[in-house]
């Protein structure tokens, strides 16, 4: 059973930094795309970075130039780096596989003061 924890959130003023991390446990991670989501309030959840298998990453708009994601294989985990947060980045965040078909975590808030 695929089991994903997201940790590392918090209360940053704008401007500032966070690292997330995405501990995958119940499968053989090194063969899975990874996927970093957010959902702000009211809004839908949205698909900010992906990373495939060797490590090719892709980025959504608004978040490019700002956050880089990356993977360690050998740790089972994802991150997510956050730098030039604004407050508009505040939302929980999760990770998942691209199509988003793994069980949901229950995410890790940031909030991002103005």
């Known amino acids: 059973q695929v089991q994903l924890v997201e940790s590392g959130g918090g209360l940053v003023q704008a401007g500032g930094s966070l690292r997330l991390s995405c501990a995958v446990s119940g499968i053989t991670f090194s063969i899975y795309a990874i996927g970093w989501y957010r959902q702000a309030p009211g809004k839908q959840r949205e698909l900010v970075a992906t990373i495939s298998v060797g490590g090719s990453t892709n980025y959504a708009d608004s978040v490019k130039g700002r956050f880089t994601i990356s993977r360690d294989n050998a740790k089972n985990t994802a991150y997510l780096q956050m730098n030039s947060l604004k407050p508009e980045d505040t939302a929980v965040y999760y990770c998942?596989?691209?199509?988003?078909?793994?069980?949901w975590g229950q995410g890790t808030q940031v909030t991002v003061s103005s």
């Open positions: 998942n596989r691209p199509a988003g078909n793994f069980d």
